[in-house]
């Protein structure tokens, strides 16, 4: 069974800092691009960033390039998201895709 389990999130003053953990199991998590989605209240999904299998491409939305970094370990089997410079308009769930999976996300909050 394929599980995405999402943690790290929290609440965070403007211009902090954050670092969401993914932990991925019951598949090959090495051989495949993996994502990172948000919703934020009352709007639809939006995708934030994806890195490929090996970890060296990585693609980020217009709207957190340079501030947010992705990243991951595949020999734990973990995806990260640094979150710097963290906007009121990052307030969201962030959730870690696989294909047509997601997690169940962790809630991002940031406000002073």
Do not use: H
């Amino acid at each position: 069974e394929v599980q995405l389990v999402e943690s790290g999130g929290g609440l965070v003053q403007p211009g902090g800092s954050l670092r969401l953990s993914c932990a991925a199991s019951g598949f090959t998590f090495g051989t495949y691009t993996m994502s990172w989605v948000r919703q934020a209240p009352g709007k639809g999904l939006e995708w934030v960033s994806d890195i490929n299998s090996g970890g060296r491409g990585t693609t980020y939305a217009d709207s957190v390039k340079g501030r947010f970094t992705i990243s991951r370990d595949n020999a734990k089997n973990i995806l990260y998201l640094q979150m710097n410079s963290l906007k009121p308009e990052d307030t969201a769930v962030y959730c870690c895709t696989f294909g047509a999976t997601r997690g169940q996300g962790t809630q991002v909050t940031v406000s002073s």
